[in-house]
């Protein structure tokens, strides 16, 4: 059975207004797909939508509590790691920076080791007038959109010779 991401309740899928779950199948050992996740910075050296992000302290990589910034479809936004299981879960709460309208997300990841390798989710909720406004109504859809194109790129990432 697969797990799912433990969300806050004020983050739940239902009481939140945009909610996203992306999944797939990775040829590579959930040790692997995890030493991409948790390597921020280089995120986009297989996505390169997430090519502003910084650790924020003295961690190189995210761990529990591991606070950082990003820039995300051209909005600084402020991160903390919220739950790290290594090799299995990862999950952080977010905020968009200089918005007043207490607009939150939530995004985890779990990695399930199956047979062939591991089995990659991703669910994100999001809530507030800002993400109603950008995601909602100007660019329905884009939330899978962006996690679907993520799941894929990191399995291929993951799957490459010079990740194993």
Same mark, same amino acid.
């Given at each position: 059975m697969l797990k799912r991401v433990k969300f806050p309740p004020e983050n739940d899928p239902g009481?939140?207004?945009?909610y996203a779950l992306n999944e797939i199948d990775v040829k590579a050992p959930a040790e692997v797909v995890w030493r991409l996740l948790v390597d921020a910075e280089n995120w986009s050296s297989y996505f &390169? &939508?997430?090519? #502003?992000?910084?650790?924020?302290?003295?961690?190189?990589?995210?761990?529990?509590?591991t606070r950082y910034s990003r820039v995300?479809?051209?909005?600084?936004?402020?991160?903390?790691?919220?739950?790290c299981v290594p090799f299995r879960s990862l999950s952080w709460s977010t905020t968009v920076?200089?918005?007043?309208?207490?607009?939150?997300?939530?995004?985890?990841?779990?990695?399930?080791p199956? $047979?062939?390798?591991?089995?990659?989710?991703?669910? $994100?909720?999001? #809530?507030?007038?800002?993400?109603?406004e950008e995601i909602g109504r100007k660019n329905p859809g884009a939330?899978?959109?962006?996690? #679907?194109?993520?799941?894929e790129m990191l399995a291929r990432a993951a799957e490459a010779p010079a990740a194993s």
């Open positions: 009481v939140t207004a945009l &390169p &939508p997430e090519d #502003q992000v910084r650790i924020l302290g003295e961690d190189t990589e995210l761990k529990l509590g995300t479809v051209g909005f600084p936004m402020s991160c903390v790691v919220r739950e920076d200089g918005d007043e309208t207490g607009s939150t997300a939530f995004h985890g990841w779990i990695i399930t199956t $047979e062939d390798g591991c089995h990659l989710l991703t669910e $994100e909720t999001l #809530q507030g007038a800002f993400f109603l939330l899978y959109k962006y996690h #679907q194109d993520w799941v």
